[in-house]
């Protein structure tokens, strides 16, 4: 007999009707998000009637049909979120790399060393990334204005890459400690040099580990808000600040509605990247848990 089987009847519903609970709260603010995005605002945010926002009265009156393109044409063509995509493309894609590039090496250094200041080292990384982002930035301020590089696109890579680099070494250095020694004194054996062996050897072996670290760094210059608001023009800014922008102006006729329709445009993107790496993102997290 299967385990479902011998469950309790009472059980099976109970973890059923747990999980349809979950599945509803986690989905609906989403979904409701992404049908509101095709109505005005006097239907999405009446305050008569949220059933308004179903039938879409007002959005009917106004463009005459159920549902309209007007949030995303607002957003994408009239206030170009499209250059805020791009500089967030940017900012993710060189963050996630450059930390995967600079973790990798140190994660398999101190996962090998011997020596007791490896340790010394990801403590002091670990208290490095649990400060508040917004005390790291304040810090940086005056220099970067003093020297002229406020504002622009790799000033910010290069803060984030220094925030999330603790983050990366402890995850890449926990993945490398699950893999034995044995791999690479063997390599190394057969005539491979120490960096051989972690290329050629080693590295094949952690693409789990590697993939979901970098999901994570890439969320991390996706989302983040703090620095990039703070250290970006306006001309530059990505796509967070872009729609905490849009909210900040409230006051003008439909800035809303193109919120919401950045919104969905910024989180369908992520939806799609975790369903496409899924089965290596559990992989990796397995991995990381399991040692020798």
């Known amino acids: 007999m299967s385990v479902a089987t011998r469950r309790p009847l009472g059980l099976q519903t109970l973890t059923t009707a ?3 609970i979950w599945l509803i709260a986690a989905l609906f603010p989403f979904a409701w998000t992404v049908w509101g995005s095709f109505k005005v605002e006097a239907d999405f945010f009446s305050r008569q009637s949220w059933w308004m926002a179903i039938e879409g ?5 106004q463009t005459g049909g159920p549902f309209t393109l007007a949030g995303y044409e607002g957003a994408w063509v009239r206030n170009e979120f499209w250059k805020a995509a791009i500089n967030t493309l940017i900012v993710t894609l060189s963050v996630t790399f450059i930390s995967l590039a600079i973790g990798t090496l140190g994660g398999y250094a101190l996962a090998r060393s011997g020596y007791r200041y490896a340790f010394w080292i990801l403590i002091a990384a670990l208290v490095f ?3 508040p982002h917004i005390t790291l930035v304040s810090g940086y301020m005056l220099p970067f204005f003093q020297l002229n590089i406020w504002g ?3 000033t910010t890579i290069i803060v984030l890459v220094a925030i999330n ?3 990366t070494l402890w995850m890449l ?3 490398f400690l699950s893999i034995p020694k044995d791999l690479d004194e063997s390599a190394m054996v057969d005539g491979c040099t120490r960096f051989q062996a972690f290329r050629m050897v080693i590295m094949p ?3 789990p580990g590697v993939i979901t670290t970098g999901l994570f760094s890439f969320l991390l210059g996706y989302n983040d808000f703090a620095v990039t608001s703070m250290l970006l023009s306006q001309e530059n800014q990505t796509m967070v600040p872009k729609i905490a922008s849009f909210l900040g102006s409230i006051q003008n006729e439909g800035n809303v509605m193109y919120a919401v329709a950045a919104v969905v445009s910024a989180t369908v993107p992520l939806f799609i990247l975790v369903l496409f790496f899924q089965r290596q993102i559990v992989s990796g997290l397995t991995a990381g848990a399991v040692k020798g």
Not at 57 to 61: F, G, L, N, S, V
């Open 18 to 20: 747990f999980l349809a």
């Open 57 to 61: 009265t007002r959005t009917q009156a």
């Open 129 to 131: 990334r649990a400060m």
């Open 152 to 154: 622009v696109l790799p």
């Open 165 to 167: 680099q603790p983050f």
């Open 173 to 175: 250095h926990s993945f």
């Open 205 to 207: 072996v952690m693409w």
